[in-house]
């Protein structure tokens, strides 16, 4: 079945960036669907930060956007999230998923399955 | 401050039936499919409901979905204390061109 595992560092410091990646097994990315990265932080809900289809094509939370950067290495079947200028608040358990996304506006989405998640903290 | 909006929380004995919703507007849920997501504690979301009311493989039938114009629902019935999580609603949002959550309900089975 189709498995996703998260890897980075636990701790950045503020204003640097934070680098994770997703590997996929049991999928081939470039088989299909969209790949996303979701967040929550400690005791709250989670929050979408992008998608990314295997051709390169993404959709990033508007609020993050411009500090988001995800990427798709189909060589190596992984998904990368680069988050620049952290603060605490970036602080999260940070997910990938599998992202089913249809037509041009995703009026049909749904993430399945999930990674176990990694948590991030961001502290000097 | 999320866009769709659940109550914090809710609760029911065991064996009893209980409904979770998810309210937004005309942007989201009202003309885009709904997925709601369990997450036990500890460990990652998983899927309950997409389309607004299939259930995934392996899902159970006590658990269902509904949506009606911009709101959704979430029931599930024969409550099982396995059942304590959290539960979050999502959609797409045509205006903000983003994946939008529910603030997360949590189920208490007393």
């Known amino acids: 079945q189709v498995q996703l595992q998260e890897s980075g560092p636990g701790l950045v410091k503020p204003s640097e960036t934070l680098s994770l990646t997703c590997a996929v097994s049991?999928?081939?990315?470039?088989?299909?669907?969209?790949w996303g990265w979701i967040r929550q932080p400690p005791g709250k809900g989670l929050e979408w930060i992008g998608s990314?289809?295997?051709?390169?094509?993404?959709y990033y939370n508007p609020s993050l956007k411009s500090r988001v950067t995800i990427s798709v290495d189909t060589s190596k079947n992984q998904l990368s999230l680069k988050l620049s200028s952290v603060t605490a608040a970036d602080t999260a358990v940070y997910y990938c998923?599998?992202?089913?996304?249809?037509?041009?506006?995703?009026?049909?989405?749904?993430?399945?399955?999930w990674g176990q998640g990694t948590l991030v903290t961001v502290s000097s | 401050q999320s866009v769709l909006t659940q109550p914090p929380s809710v609760s029911a004995a065991p064996g009893q039936k209980v409904t979770i919703s998810c309210s937004g507007s005309?942007?989201?849920?009202?003309?885009?499919?709904v997925s709601w997501y369990q997450q036990l504690p500890g460990t990652a979301p998983k899927l309950l409901i997409y389309?607004?009311?299939k259930r995934p493989s392996g899902i159970p039938d006590r658990f269902s979905g509904s949506k009606s114009g911009t709101s959704a629902t979430l029931g599930i019935t024969g409550l099982q204390t396995g059942d304590e999580a959290d539960y979050y609603c999502?959609?797409?949002?045509?205006?903000?061109?983003?994946?939008?959550f529910g603030g997360g309900t949590k189920l208490t089975v007393l």
């Open positions: 998923a599998r992202h089913y996304c249809s037509g041009g506006s995703c009026f049909q989405n749904w993430f399945d399955p």
């Open positions: 049991g999928y081939s990315i470039s088989s299909g669907y969209y």
């Open positions: 990314i289809y295997h051709s390169g094509s993404t």
């Open positions: 005309n942007s989201n849920i009202g003309n885009n499919y």
């Open positions: 389309d607004n009311n």
């Open positions: 999502g959609t797409w949002d045509s205006s903000l061109s983003a994946v939008v």
